[in-house]
């Protein structure tokens, strides 16, 4: 028990069981796999300046301690949380001093790249450009959208994907098994079932699955035997149930996905995604707003109701709050999904407002000018209307549009839904004389 109180005082598994050699590490086969440029740049020591961008506990941190441990280069690590210009300025000077007295190239790791200000970042473009150091950048958010152009301009960026269940299985299973930095020097025995559950609920991050290992092992006694069992139940004592990160990148991509599905007349991933986003912490008032935006955008008149539900379904967030107006804003979900498409009606705006920016415009007809005031007559407003209501089915042949778009068409209808109707209306009245 001695040597397993001395381990629970040691560094994280997590951290003990951290990959030193291209061999050991584990994922991301399509960056470092067997003849593949990463790989490649790494044991040849040419890894130019990089980005590596990727979810949490995929490897991004480990496969640059990995380059460092290979490479003959000087390696300094940073975290942009808690460095600033002055610390990249030392950082700068030693490299300078290696590159000029002993031609030694220097690595800079930067974690959390993203968290560096635009002045920070501009603070070793020159050293990058110069080759002075060679900077690793590592970011679970997409680097195109949270750090400036300009220093990614300037680095290769390599997206790690979130590991598999099995990945992860085979790393808790080398902690387990391993005598120097794991637990192989006790008597371990972990049900299937209870891996294949940590792993499940990691999804993904590594460091989550030994954490909950180490946990586990630290907090369980032995038996009468000898063997400390990890079964199911203590699995899942050992992890938490997961929770989402929800970064700007992930945020909006997964709004994305929910608009594509409303479009795409999908109600089953629009209501995936719709849970996933309240999971995260969204805002539901930013789901509904969307929800109304699109039964107009892609529905519009082929299901008038659409946008009815979606309204309501807003107004209801407002009274009813979480979690009861989960089911108004699902229902309308759902008829905005199931509803004949149709977007005749964002067209038809986009078509107006285009020909609105292009300017040039001339008096109103004289037919459609304002009547409501005396004396309207002495000036000619308004002379040659035909007040529709006075005409059979209250409709007359009569020039509505600006002269300078006369002859544009800007709806049209499809025929989907309740626009068939309206198309057969707009034949008949063009069938006129």
Same mark, same amino acid.
């Given at each position: 028990?001695?040597?397993?109180?001395?381990?629970?005082?040691?560094?994280?598994?997590?951290?003990?069981?951290?990959?030193?050699?291209?061999?050991?590490?584990?994922?991301?086969?399509?960056?470092?796999?067997?003849?593949?440029?990463?790989?490649?740049?790494?044991?040849?020591?040419?890894?130019?300046?990089?980005?590596?961008?990727?979810?949490?506990?995929?490897?991004?941190?480990?496969?640059?301690?990995?380059?460092?441990?290979?490479?003959?280069?000087?390696?300094?690590?940073?975290?942009?949380?808690?460095?600033?210009?002055?610390?990249?300025?030392?950082?700068?000077?030693?490299?300078?001093?290696?590159?000029?007295?002993?031609?030694?190239?220097?690595?800079?790791?930067?974690?959390?790249?993203?968290?560096?200000?635009?002045?920070?970042?501009?603070?070793?473009?020159?050293?990058?450009?110069?080759?002075?150091?060679?900077?690793?950048?590592?970011?679970?958010?997409?680097?195109?959208?949270?750090?400036?152009?300009?220093?990614?301009?300037?680095?290769?960026?390599?997206?790690?994907?979130?590991?598999?269940?099995?990945?992860?299985?085979?790393?808790?299973?080398?902690?387990?098994?391993?005598?120097?930095?794991?637990?192989?020097?006790?008597?371990?025995?972990?049900?299937?079932?209870?891996?294949?559950?940590?792993?499940?609920?990691?999804?993904?991050?590594?460091?989550?699955?030994?954490?909950?290992?180490?946990?586990?092992?630290?907090?369980?006694?032995?038996?009468?035997?000898?063997?400390?069992?990890?079964?199911?139940?203590?699995?899942?004592?050992?992890?938490?149930?997961?929770?989402?990160?929800?970064?700007?990148?992930?945020?909006?991509?997964?709004?994305?996905?929910?608009?594509?599905?409303?479009?795409?007349?999908?109600?089953?991933?629009?209501?995936?995604?719709?849970?996933?986003?309240?999971?995260?912490?969204?805002?539901?008032?930013? &789901?509904?707003?969307?929800?109304?935006?699109?039964? $107009?955008?892609? /529905?519009?008149? +082929?299901?008038?109701? !659409? *946008?009815?539900? #979606?309204?309501?379904?807003?107004?209801?967030?407002?009274?009813?709050?979480?979690?009861?107006?989960?089911?108004?804003?699902?229902?309308? &979900?759902?008829?905005?999904?199931?509803?004949?498409? $149709?977007?005749? /009606?964002?067209? +038809?705006?986009?078509? !107006? *407002?285009?020909? #609105?920016?292009?300017?040039?415009?001339?008096?109103?007809?004289?037919?459609?000018?304002?009547?409501?005031?005396?004396?309207?007559?002495? &000036?000619?407003?308004?002379?040659?209307?035909?007040?529709?209501?006075?005409?059979?089915?209250?409709?007359?042949?009569?020039?509505?549009?600006?002269?300078?778009?006369?002859?544009?068409?800007?709806?049209?209808?499809?025929?989907?839904?309740?626009?068939?109707?309206?198309?057969?209306?707009?034949?008949?009245?063009?069938?006129?004389?």
């Amino acid at each position: 028990m001695t040597d397993l109180l001395n381990m629970g005082e040691s560094a994280p598994l997590a951290d003990r069981m951290r990959p030193r050699t291209l061999e050991e590490f584990i994922g991301q086969e399509h960056l470092v796999g067997s003849g593949r440029l990463l790989r490649r740049a790494i044991e040849a020591d040419r890894l130019t300046s990089s980005i590596f961008f990727g979810p949490p506990g995929c490897g991004k941190t480990t496969l640059a301690s990995i380059i460092a441990g290979a490479t003959k280069a000087a390696f300094v690590q940073l975290n942009a949380v808690t460095s600033g210009v002055s610390d990249v300025r030392d950082v700068l000077k030693s490299a300078q001093e290696r590159r000029t007295l002993y031609g030694q190239p220097t690595y800079l790791l930067l974690d959390e790249c993203h968290r560096w200000s635009k002045a920070q970042s501009d603070s070793i473009l020159p050293a990058i450009e110069r080759g002075t150091i060679r900077f690793i950048g590592s970011t679970t958010e997409n680097p195109m959208i949270a750090m400036t152009p300009a220093i990614v301009s300037r680095c290769r960026v390599f997206q790690f994907q979130a590991l598999t269940d099995g990945h992860v299985i085979t790393a808790m299973r080398r902690a387990l098994s391993d005598r120097e930095r794991g637990y192989g020097a006790l008597n371990v025995l972990v049900d299937e079932d209870a891996l294949r559950h940590i792993a499940r609920i990691a999804g993904g991050d590594t460091r989550a699955a030994l954490g909950a290992i180490e946990l586990a092992v630290l907090t369980t006694p032995a038996g009468a035997d000898g063997v400390i069992c990890i079964d199911m139940a203590v699995a899942e004592e050992s992890i938490q149930k997961p929770m989402m990160r929800c970064d700007e990148s992930l945020y909006y991509d997964m709004l994305s996905a929910f608009c594509k599905s409303l479009r795409g007349s999908d109600s089953d991933a629009a209501l995936a995604w719709f849970a996933r986003l309240i999971y995260a912490g969204v805002d539901p008032r930013i &789901i509904t707003r969307r929800i109304v935006a699109h039964a $107009s955008e892609d /529905v519009g008149l +082929a299901n008038p109701t !659409a *946008m009815l539900q #979606a309204q309501a379904a807003a107004a209801d967030l407002e009274m009813l709050g979480m979690p009861e107006a989960r089911l108004p804003i699902a229902q309308a &979900i759902i008829a905005v999904c199931e509803s004949p498409k $149709s977007n005749a /009606v964002c067209a +038809a705006v986009d078509a !107006a *407002m285009a020909d #609105a920016e292009k300017g040039g415009f001339g008096p109103v007809p004289v037919h459609l000018r304002d009547t409501h005031y005396q004396g309207h007559e002495r &000036i000619g407003s308004g002379e040659g209307y035909k007040f529709p209501h006075d005409y059979p089915n209250h409709w007359v042949r009569q020039e509505y549009m600006p002269p300078e778009v006369r002859g544009r068409k800007y709806y049209r209808p499809t025929e989907m839904g309740h626009e068939a109707t309206i198309l057969k209306n707009h034949q008949v009245r063009e069938g006129r004389k």
